[in-house]
């Protein structure tokens, strides 16, 4: 700049960090010393920008500092408590002054040697930028040292991942109730649910998160065989595009009537003015298709009215009763205990793979002795199931529709629009 500038009207700008404390950073401190130079100076004081809870580095947003940047044609100067107020970075300074100098405003600072409008003043805010930026450089080392010697220590630095907590000493530990939804999120998305359900069961905000937690090597190890099989599912569906036959209420039951593959689930816009169309169709030229609302609500209707709640309720309870069931369910708590071992220390890795192998192969040999077709459920919905079917989730009504009905099969409409009512086109076949 070359200091001709005759200033006049001036613009404040204040900033205070939430971490922050004291008088001498203060808002009102700062603002009160901006008023006292224009005061002295003669100087007008139009407007006063102030970004509270704002920090200078890591090029963190300051919408106050960026509308009085904008502003500029308004102003002859701007002036601020300390250059740290300001900028941080020193290429972050420079181009602040540029574009100030491009419009002819000066630069001036109440606390430090920082006036434009003079010749030492340019010189001593070029230094004092480069002390600022090695201020802000040197935190960032110590931080990071800090952070290195917990990790020496074993203790736990950053966020904590879900299912863990961190305990005494600083370390992980295993917590209960977000290990048991990490288990029953995994069964549900093997068993062909989607990232949103096993969202829903995690309680996280959508399915981008839920998969980067299911992904995480930690989850894995922590689940044993669980955890591989969720492993295999991830890979299988990649970038959450869930087969329509796994995230569909009859997908791999309704099958076609002309050459029984099966019908899939899709979407289209066509013909419609707004939303989709969600239809189940064959792949083969010609072949069947039906509209997925209606025939998802005709065989819900027809499988609630057909099934008996008590006799599944029945099934249910012979299942529990049963001595294989009841030797499956302590090895199935055994393993958890076993992950959560596992996971605190107490046992090594090592320790840990023989014992889940071991109990594993044991579950899997009484699964193939005594197979069950009954639906997973709590007995108090086998009970009241229309009541609470509405309610359900998709993975847990194809449970129950997969218990009782072998195939759905759908046969050709002889009309082009391809419309008729369901009982027309579909038959139910029935499991004994």
Request: charged share 35%; hydrophobic share 35%.
């Amino acid at each position: 700049m070359t200091g001709t500038t005759k200033v006049r009207r001036v613009a404040g700008y204040v900033r205070q960090s939430k971490d922050e404390r004291g008088d001498a950073l203060s808002i009102t401190r700062q603002e009160e010393r901006i008023r006292e130079v224009c005061r002295s100076r003669g100087w007008e004081l139009v407007a006063v920008y102030a970004d509270l809870a704002r920090s200078a580095g890591n090029g963190k947003s300051r919408p106050e500092l960026d509308r009085m940047l904008s502003r500029l044609g308004d102003v002859d100067g701007i002036v601020f408590a300390k250059l740290d107020r300001l900028a941080r970075s020193l290429s972050h300074m420079l181009k602040i002054v540029e574009r100030c100098e491009d419009a002819g405003v000066e630069v001036i600072a109440t606390d430090d040697e920082i006036d434009t409008t003079k010749a030492s003043g340019r010189a001593f805010l070029q230094m004092r930028g480069v002390f600022a930026e090695f201020e802000l450089g040197t935190t960032s080392e110590r931080y990071k040292a800090m952070r290195d010697r917990k990790r020496e220590r074993g203790e736990w630095v950053g966020r904590t991942p879900y299912g863990w907590k961190v305990g005494a000493a600083g370390r992980l530990v295993a917590e209960p109730q977000q290990q048991a939804r990490l288990r029953k999120a995994a069964r549900a998305y093997i068993g062909g649910g989607t990232l949103a359900e096993a969202a829903a069961i995690l309680g996280t905000s959508s399915a981008t998160p839920t998969r980067r937690i299911l992904l995480s090597s930690r989850v894995q190890d922590a689940l044993g065989d669980l955890g591989d099989e969720l492993a295999e599912a991830l890979r299988s569906r990649k970038m959450d595009r869930v087969p329509s036959s796994n995230r569909s209420l009859l997908g791999g039951v309704a099958r076609c009537a002309v050459c029984d593959g099966p019908l899939r689930r899709s979407s289209t816009r066509a013909g419609s003015s707004s939303g989709r169309w969600y239809r189940y169709r064959c792949a083969g030229p010609g072949h069947p298709g039906i509209s997925a609302p209606r025939l998802e609500e005709y065989v819900s209707a027809e499988v609630l009215r057909a099934v008996d709640p008590r006799q599944v309720e029945r099934r249910m309870r012979e299942r529990q009763k049963s001595p294989k069931a009841a030797e499956i369910a302590a090895i199935e708590a055994r393993l958890v205990e076993l992950a959560d071992w596992a996971a605190d220390g107490t046992f090594t890795k090592a320790q840990f793979v023989r014992q889940r192998d071991r109990l594993a192969a044991k579950a899997a040999e009484l699964r193939e002795a005594e197979p069950d077709d009954a639906p997973d459920l709590p007995l108090e919905v086998a009970r009241r199931l229309e009541e609470f079917w509405p309610a359900m989730t998709t993975l847990e009504r194809r449970d129950v529709i997969r218990a009782v009905v072998r195939r759905v099969v759908i046969s050709a409409s002889d009309r082009p629009s391809g419309w008729r009512l369901p009982e027309d086109r579909v038959e139910i076949e029935w499991r004994t």
